[in-house]
Structures are given as structure tokens and as C-alpha cells.
């Protein structure tokens, strides 16, 4: 996406971003207009806040005090003492009422921003969450959580502390200038004299600013975004010893935003100080022609005095355009960066007339399937294949054959580029995602618990589970007895991706959460590999009573578990060598074979016995 250069191509960003978020801000109208008419009372007020001293100037102590001279016929009659009071009480009043109603608007307008900003991050949130995979496997997670946070906070900040002041100066600015119009044309010529120059400075700067705060923003995400990814893999980093390698490009990074945000600091600061200078030169000519114009007769001292104060508190808007420029400037690429996620289209998504899947037999048909990641072709090529319901296959093959990609076709994590999946006869896309993969359940080698609790992580599987399905899972899953031995049993708050458990006790309260879905169809991507023999057994036994009467589809470099299955296909570089049972794939004495017998047979103590080892897939090839 192209971005906008200047403080002029700000504006338009400011205007996407809002069009962008009109529906959540349309919300918030009855408040945002009450919060307006606020502001606009305490421009009155603020606008009001020199014609007592005028009044006093002109009409109480030039002409020598007469109520008369004051021209109000209200007053007629009241003592010097009493009007003088009055005029003195409604400066504090003034005050009072613009403290009021400037208190009215930021309040009205912070709760509005807070409430706008929390429902376009829930609806961010919700949007990162159904991005596809081919989203997220490029995205850096690290960079999308500074979006939902950080990018997200700083749009609401910006808005109470920079966009409601610049609203209220704009507006005190025009205000100031239409009654100074009105007191004396020459001085009010002589004051907006040096706004071209003013607006040339700010527009220069602000470009500047702009640049170095979008470089920093974008350093920030990567800085998070590598954070994130060593915080995740702690134990990879810690094992290799990559600590001081990981922290010196962090370390580069972090001096580097820390230069930029000196660079724009120095920047605003002296954009401020020019912004001082200016207001001076209009002062102290506003100053030199208006005493000579009251000397003349032709404007009196309580205009000067309203011209000289409007002039400081109508330049003050000037000097917080040039201060909050960069905030805005930095909130409008957080704005865009929020945009930018917002604006992703999922590539997979519930197609135009998607309808609810009733319960699934089972019945998956793979007819004519190919695939391939981004622009790479040939992951999987020609795939056709036909499961029964109840049926149970197992998928072999080398690394990188293509097992896990097409049972993510089946998921519908990815769509084929070419080719169709069938469930019950039906086009998988003919489904609404969330009912198709509701009907599928999956246990991964490496399955991913959250850090709550026990009962919490099983019943994930299944929305609205009882205590009793809980359980009942629980010993399906032979994880019972070992979730009682923990300190607070189902109750036990697990730590970050349940990493307190050993794995194979991870696998089984995962198989619990797969069995509690209850689900026709299931897949396991290598559930046991990795296991010692104590756990294997637990586990396997466990996956055989969840995956009794249920269309099953087994990911396996362990060829003994794959033997049991009704079918086995052999794939590798995206194609299905052979396909058959166990006996008849023994009977052909090809790859399986070779592989099965090579299995078999005693390996060194090096080597996993449970399973095939990249070597032996080289042996047979
Ligand atoms: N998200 C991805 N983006 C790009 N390429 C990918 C992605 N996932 C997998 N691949 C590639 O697709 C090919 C098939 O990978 P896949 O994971 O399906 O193989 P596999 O047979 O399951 O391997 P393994 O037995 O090691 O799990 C590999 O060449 C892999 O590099």
C-alpha cells in the first residue's frame, strides 16, 4: 500500500481511517454530538474571556467611572462598587463555565473514543483470528498483537489528548479571527499575516516527522515480532545458546528506535520554538500599529487589549497543530496498520450460499486434488481417493511427501488450487466453515494446551460441555486418573501451553478434548511420535477408543500403528505411490515394503525403533 508523504496526504489517511470506522463511530453519535456542543461552549467562553477587562478599560477607567458610559440599562442605578464587582465575579464565572464545559467535552469524548476503540478491537481481533493459515504462516505474531494493542491504544490516546485540543483551537482560531475582523480590519490583516508562513514551517515539518515516526512504528513491530518469536521458543534459544546472538540484533534495533524518536522529538521541538517566534513577530506588531491606531482614536485600548490576548490564545492552537502533528502523524499509521489487518479478505471463507452441514457419515471423496503453497505448484498433485464412513487410513510416507497438507485440505485450512473435496457428497465449500470443522477432529504430535484449567482446556472441544462429558472424556482418553493425581485435579491451571505436563499426559487431555466433540471424522498427525513406550501405549490405546466407528485418517511415520488401517497410502512428492492394506502392500514388495522390513529389522541404538528414520526413506528410494 503506497503511504502518504506528506501532512497533506494525512488527511486523506485521517479520512480512510474514519470512513473505515464510521459504523463503530456512528454508534457513539448521541455522545460525540453532546461532546461537540460542549466544545463549542467553551470556544464561547473562551472567546468571551477579555470583555470584562475591555469593559473595564474602556468604559470604567478611561472616561472616569459613570454606569451610564457602560450603555447597559440593566446596570442604571447600581453603585461603581457593585458594577465592578459584577465585571469581576463574570471573569471568574467565564472561567468557571469554560472549565465546565472543556471538562463536559474531554469526558463525553474519552468515553466515546474508549468505547469506539474497544469495538474495533474486538472486531480485530475476531478478523485476525479468521484470517487463513496463509495469512498467519507469514505474518509475525509479535507484529499482530502490537496492532491490537499498542496501534489500538494509540488511536484513543491520540484522540482525547491531540485531536479534541486541535478541534477546540481550530475552533477558538476561526472564533478569534471573525470578532478581531470585526473590532479593526487593519490589525486583524496584521495578525493573520504570518499564518502562510506558519502553515508553510508545519507542513515541511510534519513530513519529517511523519517519515521518521512511520520508520519507527515499523521498527517497533519487528522489534515485538522478534521478542514474541524467542519468548516463544525459549527452550530452542536457550538450548543452542542463542541469547547473545537474539539480544545483539535486539539491542541494534532498539538503539535505532531510540535514535528516531530523539530524531522526531528534536524535530517537534523545533517546530515549537519557530512556532514562538512567529506569534511574537504578530504580537509585536499587532502592538506597534494598534497604539498608533489608538493614539489616532480610531480603535480604543480595550480592543488592543482583546486583539493582544486573543492573539496569544489564538496562535496557541498553532503552537499544539505543530505539537500534535506527530502524534497524529504516528496515530494515522497506527490507524493504517489496523486498516491494513481489517482490509485482508481471509482467503478462505464461507462462500456466497455456504449452508449449515447436517451431522456427517463420514463419506470423504478427495477427486482430482492438487496444490501448492503461494506461487509454488506440486505439493499435491492429482489427488483422488475415496474414504467410507467408519473407514480408517493411514497416510505414509517421506518428509515433505504432502500428508499434512492434504489433511489440512480436508480442514479446509487451504483451499485446492485445483480439483474438489467431498464430504457426504457434498463440496466441502459448500459448507459453512464453522459447521465443517466442528465435524472434525484433529490431535497433532505436538498438541497445544492453554494456560487454564484442566477442565477448561477438554472442554474447548466442545462449547457448552458438562462436567460428566468431561470426565467421561477424560478416562476415554486415559488422562483420569493422572488429572485427580494433580494438586487441584480438573481444577489445575495449566502453564503456558500446558508445558508443566510431560507429553504424553499433553496428548491425552488433547484426545479428551477431541473426544468430548465427539466428532464423525478424525485426524492424528503423528500423535505418538516423540512418545517413550510407557506413553505410547497409554496414548495409542486411548486414540483406538476415540477413533472406534469413526472415518479416521492417520498421519504415521510409525508403520505398526499404520498397519491396522483399512488402507494405507504411500505419498511422496504429492502423489500416492500405492495404496492398500497392509498385506496387500506387503504382497507388492515396493517402498512400503521395503520400508515396513527395514523397520523391522533391528536398528542402531541411535535411531528410534518406533519409527521410520529419514535414513531408511533414503534406503528405499
Ligand atoms: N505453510 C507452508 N508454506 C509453504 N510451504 C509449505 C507450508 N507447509 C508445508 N510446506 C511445504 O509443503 C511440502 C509438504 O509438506 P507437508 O507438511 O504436507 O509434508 P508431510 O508429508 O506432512 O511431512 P512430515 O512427515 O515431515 O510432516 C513440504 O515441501 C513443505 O516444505
Known amino acids: 500500500m503506497p503511504r502518504p508523504k506528506s501532512l497533506k496526504s494525512t488527511i486523506p489517511g485521517i479520512g480512510r481511517i474514519l470512513r473505515h470506522f464510521m459504523p463503530q463511530i456512528a454508534k457513539e453519535k448521541h455522545l460525540l454530538v453532546l461532546s461537540l456542543l460542549a466544545l463549542v461552549a467553551e470556544t464561547a467562553m473562551r472567546l468571551l474571556e477579555p470583555w470584562p477587562l475591555k469593559f473595564i478599560f474602556d468604559r470604567v477607567i478611561l472616561p472616569g467611572f459613570n454606569v451610564h458610559s457602560l450603555g447597559i440599562e440593566a446596570l442604571e442605578g447600581w453603585s461603581p462598587t457593585a458594577v465592578l464587582t459584577l465585571l469581576a465575579l463574570s471573569l471568574v464565572a467565564i472561567s468557571a463555565l469554560r472549565g465546565a464545559a472543556a471538562y463536559g467535552s474531554t469526558v463525553g469524548m474519552a468515553v466515546a473514543a474508549t468505547r469506539i476503540m474497544a469495538d474495533i478491537r474486538g472486531r480485530l481481533y475476531s478478523h485476525i483470528q479468521r484470517l487463513s493459515l496463509s495469512f ?66 508545519t507542513m515541511k515539518m510534519s513530513t519529517k516527522i511523519q517519515t521518521v515516526a512511520r520508520r519507527q512504528r515499523k521498527r517497533e513491530g519487528a522489534m515485538a515480532a522478534s521478542a514474541a518469536e524467542a519468548i516463544a521458543a525459549i527452550k530452542v534459544v536457550q538450548a543452542l545458546g542463542l541469547q547473545d546472538m537474539l539480544e545483539n540484533s535486539f539491542a541494534s534495533h532498539n538503539k535505532k528506535s531510540l535514535e528516531e524518536s530523539a530524531e522526531a522529538q528534536k524535530l517537534r521541538a523545533g517546530q515549537e520554538r519557530l512556532v514562538e517566534v512567529l506569534v511574537a513577530i504578530a504580537t509585536s506588531l499587532v502592538l506597534w500599529r494598534g497604539v498608533q491606531l489608538t493614539l489616532q482614536g480610531s480603535v480604543t485600548p480595550g480592543d488592543l487589549l482583546v486583539f493582544i490576548t486573543y492573539l496569544k490564545v489564538a496562535f496557541k492552537p498553532m503552537r499544539q497543530l505543530a ?58 498433485n492429482n489427488i483422488s481417493f475415496a474414504i467410507k464412513p467408519g473407514q480408517r487410513i493411514a497416510l505414509v510416507g517421506p518428509s515433505g511427501g504432502g500428508k499434512s497438507t492434504l489433511v489440512s485440505l480436508l480442514m479446509r485450512f487451504y483451499d485446492p488450487t485445483a480439483g474438489s473435496i467431498r464430504i457426504d457428497g457434498n463440496d466441502i465449500r459448500a459448507y459453512t466453515l464453522d459447521s465443517l470443522r466442528n465435524q472434525i477432529s484433529i490431535v497433532l504430535q505436538e498438541s497445544v494446551l492453554f494456560a487454564t484449567s484442566v477442565r477448561d482446556n477438554i472442554a474447548y472441544g466442545l462449547a457448552g460441555a458438562t462436567d460428566e462429558a468431561i470426565e467421561v472424556a477424560a478416562r476415554l482418553a486415559n488422562a483420569h486418573d493422572f488429572i485427580m493425581a494433580l494438586p487441584q485435579g480438573y481444577d489445575t491451571v495449566l502453564s503456558e501451553r500446558g508445558n508443566t505436563l510431560s507429553g504424553g499426559q499433553r496428548q491425552r487431555i488433547a484426545i479428551a478434548r477431541a473426544a468430548i466433540r465427539n466428532a464423525p471424522i478424525i485426524i492424528l498427525d503423528e500423535p505418538t511420535t516423540g512418545l517413550d513406550n510407557e506413553s505410547d501405549r497409554l496414548v495409542s490405546d486411548a486414540l ?21 488401517a483399512d488402507e494405507i497410502f504411500y505419498l511422496e512428492q504429492g502423489s500416492i505411490l500405492e495404496r492398500g492394506s497392509h498385506s496387500a502392500l506387503m504382497q507388492r514388495n515396493d517402498k512400503y515394503a521395503r520400508l515396513y522390513s527395514l523397520q523391522s529389522s533391528p536398528q542402531p541404538a541411535s535411531e528410534s525403533s518406533s519409527s521410520v528414520s529419514p535414513s531408511a526413506y533414503a534406503l528405499i528410494s
Open 544 to 564: 483406538e477408543r476415540l477413533t472406534q466407528n469413526k472415518t479416521t485418517l492417520l498421519i504415521s511415520h510409525d508403520l505398526r500403528s499404520a498397519e491396522t
Open 136 to 201: 498467519h504462516t507469514k505474518a509475525k505474531s509479535g507484529d499482530l498483537i502490537t496492532r491490537v494493542t499498542y496501534d489500538i491504544e494509540r488511536l484513543r490516546e491520540v484522540t482525547v489528548v491531540a485531536a479534541l485540543p486541535l478541534l477546540t483551537n481550530t475552533f477558538t482560531l476561526v472564533g478569534m479571527l471573525v470578532v478581531m475582523f470585526v473590532l479593526n480590519v487593519e490589525l486583524a490583516l496584521i495578525a493573520v499575516m504570518v499564518l502562510p508562513l506558519f502553515a508553510l514551517s
Open 323 to 380: 505539537k500534535y502533528t506527530g502524534q497524529i502523524a504516528k496515530a494515522t499509521a497506527s490507524g493504517e496498520r489496523v486498516i491494513d489487518i481489517l482490509d485482508t479478505v481471509p482467503e478462505v471463507r464461507n462462500l456466497r450460499g455456504a449452508m449449515d452441514a447436517l451431522p456427517f457419515q463420514g463419506d470423504i471423496q478427495f477427486d482430482r486434488v492438487s496444490f501448492g503453497y503461494g506461487e509454488e505448484s506440486g505439493i499435491l
